[in-house]
């Protein structure tokens, strides 16, 4: 366990749209274990609409939100990543029910939750 940032101005304790649909929307995010073609941090995230690949080193994604808009705390292809990584804790206010079932399944490392008490836990949504 690890302690979690509690500053509520820091950029990674922010949730809006883009975090709220990265962490619902359909989505599935392979690494160079299951898609031989990616590069070590880059990965592949494949959706319902479209399919975009993040470099997490870079911090880039192929999508055009992230290369028309390139919002602040990225698109939410690379907000996925993160959070399916267990990079960018999810907050413990977020009802675990709407998380996509999805989130983490293809990856070895696993998705985090901040527990009440401001460490965090490995989320489990399988």
């Known amino acids: ?4 940032d509690t500053g509520d101005t820091a950029p990674s304790q922010r949730f809006d749209e883009r975090a709220a649909k990265a962490l619902t929307e359909s989505m599935s995010v392979l690494d160079a274990r299951t898609f031989s073609d990616l590069r070590d941090e880059e990965f592949l995230v494949v959706t ?15 999508c055009p939100d992230a290369l028309h808009r390139a919002p602040d705390e990225g698109c939410k292809h690379q907000l996925r990543v993160a959070m399916a990584r267990g990079e960018r804790p999810i907050p413990g206010w977020v009802d675990c029910s709407a998380i996509d079932d999805g ?15 401001g460490w965090t836990e490995v989320l489990d949504v399988r």
Not at 1 to 4: L, V
């Open 1 to 4: 366990m690890s302690k979690a």
């Open 48 to 62: 319902p609409t479209g399919t975009y690949t993040v470099d997490a080193i870079a911090e880039t994604c192929t």
């Open 103 to 117: 989130l983490g399944q293809h990856l070895s490392a696993d998705p985090r939750i901040v527990t009440a008490d």
